[in-house]
Nanobody
Framework: QVQLVESGGGLVQGGGSLRLSCAAS?????????VGWFRQAPGKEREFVAV????????NYADSVKGRFTISRDNYKNTVYLQMNSLDPEDTAVYFC???????????WGQGTQVTVSA
């Protein structure tokens, strides 16, 4: 099973930037198709943010972050990044990365990293 560890969260002022990292250990060619980022704000359901496929780098984004967030990956380091620019207080949440298997199911999750954007 793929183990995921997020890092890079913190407190930032509105309009600022942060880069999150997701280190994936135990990944094999057959165990991980893609890595996604989700977030969960207090009192809200977890929501999709972005996803990237390991092979080829195809990406997909939620409408709410398009043009502001960029997901990328380093296959050699088994790490996925989420560059977040023009942050808004509405982006405040715990951010989780998750492994997507070849059945397109998200089957393992990191512990999350807190992102807080002040007005």
């Amino acid at each position: 099973q793929v183990q995921l560890v997020e890092s890079g969260g913190g407190l930032v002022q509105g309009g600022g930037s942060l880069r999150l990292s997701c280190a994936a250990s135990g990944r094999t060619t057959f165990s991980s198709f893609a890595v996604g980022w989700f977030r969960q704000a207090p009192g809200k359901e977890r929501e999709f943010v972005a996803v990237i496929v390991w092979s080829g780098g195809t990406t997909n984004y939620a409408d709410s972050v398009k043009g502001r967030f960029t997901i990328s990956r380093d296959n050699y380091k088994n790490t996925v990044y989420l560059q977040m620019n023009s942050l808004d207080p509405e982006d405040t949440a715990v951010y989780f990365c998750t492994n997507q298997n070849f059945g397109r199911k998200y089957d393992s999750w990191g512990q999350g990293t807190q992102v807080t954007v002040s007005a």
